[in-house]
């Protein structure tokens, strides 16, 4: 469980970041915040899956660049689902999904699958 709520607090991180960064995106509040990373993790689990191996032709045709646009279609579809949640067009669902991408991805590095930090120690003798 502790996994979850973390997870969703990465995926709000980048959220929060592709607002910032990204013209285009637009989120009101910190509760549009917080629900908007809840359903981008639970669409990433349930729909990406089923809309990648839909598009597995064209994805390999360009060597896997169409899952930005998959990324990007999920962060779109979350925004259909909010009322204070927008994404502007194209390139800014596009730059926003790549921000949460790459938000994700680095904290990621740090979290184990149970949510929890981890430190590696190398000993090198």
Known sequence: MAGIIVRTLIIAL???LAKAIV???????????????LLLGLVNAIIRPLAIL????????????????????MLGL????????NVSGFWSALFGAII???TSTLASWYIGPNGR????IVDRR
Not at 23 to 35: E, H
Not at 78 to 85: Q, R, W
Not at 117 to 120: I, T
């Open 23 to 37: 013209p285009g995106v637009q989120i009101d509040g910190a509760f549009t915040l917080f629900v908007a990373a």
């Open 78 to 85: 979350v925004a259909a689902m909010l009322d204070d949640f």
């Open 100 to 102: 949460v991408s790459i």
């Open 14 to 16: 980048g959220l929060g």
């Open 54 to 73: 839909l598009t597995l032709p064209i994805t390999i045709i360009t060597l896997g660049l169409f899952l930005l646009v998959i990324n990007a279609g």
């Open 117 to 120: 930090y981890q430190v590696l």
